[in-house]
Structures are given as structure tokens and as C-alpha cells.
């Protein structure tokens, strides 16, 4: 236990995490020059594609201190994103240190803070880890005087390393070893260890990701998750290096993963503990916070057969995201589906496209949307209703005040883009904006923004706006009164259940036209007239048409009476007429997802 060393990298998006993963890994002699591969922890396609760290990502490192001592480094590389923030507080609570990286170009940003204090609050020791030194723009001076101000540590400390040259890297190391404290623990204790993670293998079952606090465990244990107080037996416990890597035995202090035979994915709850029946624990470890979805969509399969293999899905990615939340729904329009929590948008992109990729799943997913609260009138028993499902928004009638959520917006950027930033923020409702100057030459601007508005595209519209240098964080505030609406989709008189969104009454009408507008790019002609209408209760606020395909029944007409010629229109429109009568209007899976995007400018 004195030689090991349990720590996490820590940072906001692109300083470099994943990139000085990689050089601990070489220089531990983990792989060889002919396996190696740049971000080696990134395993995930999506990952690689992408150039983000999606999942946190544990390794078992060997490394020889400078007296000859053989050390051993449990590193886990956590995710920048503030959609996974949820990642690092789990990676956190497995280490007793963090590697603070902070670009030396960049400077302190917003996700550097607030994983400066997800580190503060579980009493870890924190190493400030200058990184990207040998760019022409480091300014190495400004970020030590950055970190001193705004980040409360001593700037003296910091270690200065470049993780794409390997420059520094021994420092690094010398750090690691000297500042960061062995785990403590009691190996003849009873076995307690923290779930922080798992996943599933069609071969062998769940495979749980554990922090070993107390005890020790081996193969041929009887294990009881504390939690279900299911008993299961082990069949194997390891290592992580890059592969699984099998091990006589987990003891205090070490992280590792546990296979036991574990069919049903619900006996496994990320944050539990794990005892041992012969030998049990009084109490369970306190466990994880459980975190709270800030945006919502529904979830439905295709082909309304594959529901059953849809909840299978979600079931077992759930044990490896447990940031999503879900529980079952149903629409008029799509059949069986789930209503699904997200921790924002980039998540909800990452759970859609792993699902279509990793499991296999056709689905087709609503608009997302927020919790709103409404206080009623004449409801006693009722004051204050909560919904996050336009479908289950009350009778207009019966409203007495709404109120929506409210987000304080940190965007961070060349101070060129102010005036961009500016007038994006007042167009998406902000308020009280104020700006201040972190170092020369770049801005940081906060807003008070309904996250309603920031939900569809704001990061989109602001990387575009900032050509990629603009980088935004956000943290929840509060609610407040708001003045909303219910926008309903028809097609041909028709409600579309799936399609309905609850916005701000004066954006009402802009928003009705620009669904209206991408549905009619997006549903098939027919041989009839399709209405598309953008509706506030009886109330039509937009409306586009489909043009029907049109034979030239008058082709074979040339010359002559021209009532020969009407006697064929009108007996086509009358075919029409009925056809429209008893017509089904099928909606692609395509315009879904297109009204999903505003397309403003």
C-alpha cells in the first residue's frame, strides 16, 4: 500500500488529459512502440471520432522511483465535458490525488474550477500541472498568476510539462510519487469495496470496476452487494492494464475489476458496496450522489417490435452511464417508447448513437425539453405541478403562474468575439450579463439564460459564431416565472403527439414556422395536399403545405372545348379529395430529428 498511488487527470475540455495519459503509459513501459496508438485509453469509436473522452478510463501502471522503488499508479482518465462531469466526481472518489491540467496557452477556464472543487470537496491532494509549454502562445508567467488568483493554489508548485513532447514528464512523475499519499486502509479488515463503474460482456456477464477501501478479495469468494443483498461468487478479480489483466488478489488501496457470474444487470448498482459473506462489513460506504437530468426527451424503437429488445438496451447501458434515467412512456404517434433523463445535450447525442451503434437499436427520439413547474388555480391538494413531457402539460385554464429553469452561461473566448457573444446571448432571453478579463486578451462573459433556450443549439451557434475558440460551461440557478406555451404539430388536422414542444410565447410563432418549414423538406409528396400547422390550442400560428404529385390528365387534350379539359380536373380533384380522406401521412424518422434543429442563420 505505501507504493501505490491512486490519482485522476483532471481538466477542462482540450488541455491535454488523455494526451498525457498516453506519455505515463509509454514511460511506464506498459506497451510497446508497435501497440501504441494516440489516446490509448479512448477506446470507444465514437471517442476516436469525436476527439473527446466520453467514459472515465482506469489503468494499472508499473513505474521505478528515482531510488530504484517500485511504485505502482492506478490512473484514471476522466472526461472534460461538463456533460460528464458525472464521470469525474465517480473517478474522484476512487483516488486520493488529481492532476489539475491547465493550458499554457488557454490559461484557468470555466471546467478547470469546477473540477477544482469537485476535488476540494473529497479532501484530495491537488498538483497543478502546466501543460502544452512548447506552444509559440504559452505564457507560462500569466497562468502561474492565473492559478495563484483564481484557483487559490501555490503557483510555485505547479509543474511545468509539455505531454505531446514528453518535456517535464519525470517532474510529473516525481510529483505523483512525493505529493500524492498512499491509500490508507485496513487490508484484515472486513472487505469493503466501491462499484465505480461496469459494464456488460455477452461472455461473461457484468463486469464490475471496484475500489477495494478495506479487506482483501480473491477468486472463490462469496461477495454480497450490499445494496440488493444479492450473494454471488467470484470467478475472477485483475487488473486494468489496457486489457483485463487477471490477479491472485485485490487488497486495500487497489482498484480493479471483479467478474462473478452476474447474468441480470440489475443486481448491479453503480455507488454500492461490496462485502464479503463470510466476513461482512457493519456498514455500506456512503456511495455516490445521485445526479439530477437537466434535459429530457422520449426514447421509441422503429419498428414497434423491437420495444422488448429496446429495454433490454437501455438496461444494460444504463450500468455503464449511470447519469441516464429512464422509465417507460407511450405516444399515440410511435407506440411504446422511454421518457429519458440527460445531464444535457452532447449526452443525449453520446446515448443515441452509442445505443444505434453498440446495441443495435432504430430508434427515433422526440424533441428534448426541460422540467418546467406551474402553480394552478383552485388546486388545494395540488399547488405545483412538475412536468418535463409537453404531452402532460396542463389545461391552459387551469395555469396560475409557470416558471422555468434558469442557468448562469460561462463563455470564454478571444475578446474579438465579444460583440457576436453579446448579441447571442440577449437573442436567447439572457439577462444580467457581466463580463471581466482573466488574462490579456481573452474574455469571459456570463449570462442568466432560461436553459429552454440553450438546450437546442446554443454551443453549436456559439462555436460557429467564435470559430471554435469559444468554450461554454453552465451551472443550474433557479426558477422563474416565464411566460410559456404549448406549440402543437398537425399534419392535415392530425396532432403528432411526439412533435409537440413547450416554448416562450413570444417565440412561439418563429419556432412554429421553422418546424413547419423543416417538416415540409422532410415528409414524402403524396398524391395529395399535406397541411402542416404550427397550433396554440384552436389557435393556428403557422402553416406550410406539401404540393401533391399531379399527373397531367389533360395531356391528351389539344385543342378543342376548353370544358373537356375542366370536366378532367375537377374529376381528378374530387379523387384527390377522397384520397385524402382515408391517406395515411407515415413521418420519417428523418424529420424528427431535422426539427430538432432550429437553423436560425
Known sequence: MLNTRNFSIVAHIDHGKSTLADRLIQESGLVGEHQFRDQILDSMDLERERGITIKSSAVTLPVLGSGGQKYTFNLIDTPGHVDFSYEVSRALASCEGVLLLVDAAQGVEA??????????????????????????????????????????????????????????????????????????????????????????????????????????????????????????????????????EPARELAAGQVGYIIAGLKTVADVAIGDTITRVDYPAAEALAGFKEVLPVVFSSIYPVAADDFLALAEALEKYKLNDAALSYQKDSSAALGLGFRCGFLGLLHLEIVQ??????????????????????????????????????????????????????????????????????????????????????????????????????????????????????????????YRVGDLAKVDIL????????????????????????????????????????????????????????????KDVTAKCYGGDISRKRKLLEKQKKGKKRMKMVGQIEVPQSAFIAVLKTGDG
Request: proline share 6%; net charge negative.
Open 353 to 478: 448513437e452509442r445505443l444505434e451503434r453498440e446495441y443495435d437499436q432504430s430508434i427515433i427520439m422526440t424533441a428534448p425539453s426541460v422540467r418546467y413547474k406551474f402553480s394552478l388555480k383552485d388546486h388545494k391538494d395540488q399547488a405545483e405541478l412538475i412536468i418535463d413531457n409537453p404531452q402532460d402539460y396542463p389545461d391552459p385554464m387551469t395555469i396560475d403562474t409557470a416558471f422555468e429553469p434558469y442557468i448562469r452561461a460561462s463563455i470564454m473566448a478571444p475578446e474579438r468575439y465579444i460583440g457576436v457573444i453579446m448579441k447571442l446571448g440577449l437573442d436567447r432571453r439572457g439577462e444580467n450579463s457581466q463580463m471581466n478579463y482573466p488574462i490579456p486578451g481573452r474574455v469571459e462573459i456570463t449570462f442568466e439564460l432560461p436553459l429552454a433556450e440553450v438546450i437546442y443549439d446554443f454551443y453549436d451557434r456559439l462555436k460557429s459564431l467564435t470559430q471554435g475558440y469559444g468554450s461554454f460551461d453552465y451551472e443550474m440557478l433557479d
Open 111 to 244: 471546467q478547470t474550477l469546477a473540477n477544482l472543487y469537485a476535488a476540494l470537496e473529497q479532501n484530495l491532494a491537488i498538483i497543478p500541472v502546466i501543460n502544452k509549454i512548447d506552444l509559440p502562445a504559452a505564457d507560462i508567467e500569466a497562468v502561474k498568476e492565473q492559478i495563484g488568483r483564481d484557483l487559490g493554489l501555490d503557483p510555485e508548485e505547479a509543474v511545468l510539462c509539455s505531454a505531446k513532447t514528453g518535456q517535464g514528464l519525470a517532474d510529473v512523475f516525481k510529483a505523483i510519487i512525493e505529493r500524492v499519499p498512499p491509500p490508507k486502509g485496513d487490508p484484515d479488515a472486513p472487505l469493503k469495496a466501491l462499484i465505480f463503474d461496469a459494464h456488460y460482456d455477452i461472455f461473461r456477464g457484468t463486469i464490475v470496476a471496484v475500489r477495494i477501501i478495506d479487506g482483501c478479495l480473491a477468486a472463490g469468494d462469496t461477495i454480497l452487494f450490499m445494496a440488493s443483498a444479492v450473494e454471488h461468487r467470484v470467478e475472477e478479480v485483475g487488473l486494468f492494464r489496457l486489457n483485463h
Open 491 to 550: 399534419l392535415n388536422g392530425e396532432k403528432v403527439d411526439a412533435l409537440s414542444v413547450i416554448v416562450h410565447r413570444e417565440r412561439a410563432r418563429s419556432r412554429a414556422l421553422n418546424m413547419c418549414e423543416r417538416l415540409k423538406d422532410e415528409l414524402p409528396r403524396q398524391q395529395f395536399k399535406i397541411a402542416i400547422q404550427g397550433a396554440i390550442g384552436g389557435q393556428i400560428i403557422a402553416r406550410t403545405t406539401v404540393s401533391a404529385f399531379r
